[in-house]
């Protein structure tokens, strides 16, 4: 019977979907089979794949003993049936991708010292309950040099029950970790292994991946900031937002596991990360990535997490960004501590006013000045086909738009990349309204050009205006960084909402935190390789821009030395050519090349 069972499982499966090449599984042992002359798990799985004429040392990827009693293989079609034959795997099922979920923070909580405290208890006390407390941040890894990670002055040694290593890697140092940053770990067999069964010969990924902790995407040297980053004074994002940055449990020590790469968060590698994590003697375990909803027996986060919370290990992970519609929410397991993203009282407040008189506030990160008090045509749906009212690329008449205004739904391209359309048309600013999907939630982008983003009502009064007014204008002005903005906290748009697709009698997400326009760590010019090394200048784009870097010569004395360079750029009369250009800056030394894209746009 029941290898009769097995074929019919097994033809179910390939009628389900063809598998034609090497795929990772994650297989679940009943460890009580496991024979006592194995004196390790990860043994008994090994002769076991033997047993069945796999190879373990081709197929094997890792061997869970903390986590989970089982183990992630790269196994071929033939393989499935003799998985499902053996008595000690109890389950088996496809390695899942998951995904990422991408300064004033701490007063808004309570959490800073110079503010008043929100919570039942004093800030001092709140500060020294993270003391010591050992936060594991599974992402995209760690830019180490930033000054989130530097440590405070009068921060003690590491307790000795942590038990984590500082992995050497590509561009990456055993010394770059300290007694803020405990432990840095990479994780990757998972993704190596999809990428080869792809017929990616590049596993490396394209473009270019650190095969380090060093934080290509700069996602989870944010994350791990924003928990537990020193203060940095000064910080802002070109003038906005202006402040002292920090994480939220400033005494707590930070460690990063990446176990997400170009192509996904796979969950082999997620659960090696959360095993190593236990094992090295984490106190939280924080994940801002997630895949949607799954049976808890299939998600690995939710497997994971089990085995981190029965230890003891608080575990919190973003509910996602499916929102606003019902069910959307990922990581709602009744272990987990699901975290959706609301507002702050922090505004970035930005101003539509119109020929009739009205004026509309929005947000914008835009740096630089507003449109003037001098009224310009403000145009619609400036092209042939619906799809300018989208403003996506190509669709915008360059004569229908030149010099003007133009209204954009959001929507469909990224919300900058519009602003972009409109610059590369010769639009003077852009109004970015939003439709039904979004209603009133606002995020404010640092644009190209003069941009406000409105919210749906604003955004349908401004339409309106546009269509039955014989000649529309408007202009553009920003307010800056304004904080106490009532009320707040407001649930983001975006934000996945409950209730939990799984276990919908379990109430999800938990907690809201601030997730909307957070200013947090990011990378920065730092020599990450040898030392001393030097490091040349060279700028390639159009003829008619003259770029100036100074200085042309960059000199690191030592390993993680940091220094800054300025880059000015002026530009002649253009002519018949107008539109966009693109070059890039190079610093190049006898070993690396550091590339950073320019792109150019002319009015």
């Not at 499982?9 to 194995?38: E, K, W």
């Not at 994940?287 to 919190?316: C, E, K, M, N, Q």
């Not at 407001?490 to 799984?502: E, L, T």
């Not at 100036?548 to 000015?568: G, M």
Request: charged share 15%; aromatic share 8%; hydrophobic share 45%.
């Amino acid at each position: 019977m029941a290898s009769v069972a097995a074929l019919v499982f097994v033809l179910l499966y390939f009628a389900g979907g063809v598998v034609l090449a090497n795929q990772t599984y994650i297989v679940y042992m009943d460890s009580a089979l496991r024979p006592a002359v194995h004196p390790t798990h990860g043994a008994w799985y090994a002769a076991h794949l033997q047993s069945l004429d796999i190879d373990p040392d081709r197929h094997l990827l890792y061997a869970y003993s903390d986590v989970l009693h089982g183990f992630a293989a790269s196994l071929l079609p033939h393989h499935l049936p003799l998985l499902v034959s053996s008595p000690a795997v109890l389950h088996f099922h496809p390695d899942p991708v998951l995904h990422l979920h991408t300064t004033r923070s701490p007063q808004f909580l309570g959490l800073a010292s110079d503010t008043a405290s929100v919570l039942p208890r004093p800030i001092d006390a709140v500060e020294a309950a993270s003391r010591d407390v050992f936060i594991a941040v599974l992402d995209t890894g760690v830019w180490p040099e930033a000054p989130s990670f530097s440590i405070p002055a009068g921060f003690p040694e590491v307790p000795s029950r942590w038990r984590g290593v500082c992995e050497a890697g590509v561009d990456f140092s055993s010394s770059l970790c300290n007694r803020k940053l405990v432990g840095a770990r990479s994780f990757a067999r998972g993704f190596h292994a999809a990428a080869v069964a792809a017929g990616d010969g590049n596993v490396k990924g394209k473009p270019k991946e650190y095969q380090s902790p060093r934080d290509r995407d700069g996602h989870g040297t944010h994350t791990a900031s924003t928990a537990a980053g020193s203060a940095v004074a000064n910080a802002s994002l070109l003038g906005y937002a202006a402040g002292t940055a920090r994480g939220m449990a400033i005494a707590a020590r930070v460690a990063a596991y990446k176990v997400c790469w170009a192509s996904g968060c796979f969950g082999s590698d997620i659960l090696a990360g959360i095993e190593a994590a236990i094992v090295d003697g984490a106190d939280v375990l924080s994940l801002s990535l997630g895949g949607g909803s799954a049976p808890y027996f299939h998600d690995t986060i939710a497997i994971g997490a089990f085995a981190a919370a029965d230890r003891g290990i608080f575990v919190a992970c973003s509910a996602g960004n499916s929102g606003p519609g019902p069910a959307t929410l990922a990581n709602g397991a009744p272990w987990i501590a699901t975290i959706g993203a609301g507002t702050l009282d922090r505004d970035f407040p930005a101003y539509a006013r119109l020929g009739n008189g009205a004026e509309y506030t929005g947000v914008s990160l835009y740096s630089g000045k507003g449109t003037g008090k001098k009224l310009i045509p403000l145009v619609y749906g400036a092209g042939s086909t619906n799809a300018s009212k989208l403003c996506l690329a190509g669709t915008l008449a360059p004569a229908r738009v030149r010099g003007k205004l133009v209204l954009c739904d959001r929507g469909v391209s990224a919300r900058v990349e519009k602003g972009a359309v409109v610059k590369a048309a010769g639009g003077a600013g852009m109004i970015l309204a939003n439709t039904a999907a979004n209603g009133e939630e606002l995020v404010a982008d640092s644009h190209l050009l003069p941009a406000v983003a409105v919210g749906k009502k604003e955004g349908d009064l401004i339409r309106q205006y546009i269509t039955t007014d014989t000649k529309p204008r408007g202009v553009l002005a920003f307010g800056g960084t304004v904080l106490g903005v009532r009320p707040s906290p407001v649930v983001a748009a975006f934000s996945s909402r409950g209730p939990n697709p799984v276990s919908p009698e379990i109430l999800k997400p938990d907690f809201i935190g601030p997730g909307v326009n957070i200013l947090a760590g990011w990378r920065q010019v730092t020599n990450v390789g040898p030392a001393p090394a030097v490091y040349q200048v060279k700028v390639t784009g159009p003829d008619d821009v003259a770029a100036t870097v100074r200085p042309t010569q960059l000199v690191f004395k030592r390993v993680n030395q940091k220094l800054k360079y300025s880059v000015t750029f002026v530009s002649k009369e253009r002519g018949k050519s107008a539109g966009e250009a693109f070059g890039r800056i190079t610093w190049a030394s006898k070993q690396h090349k550091v590339r950073s894209p320019v792109a150019y746009t002319w009015k």
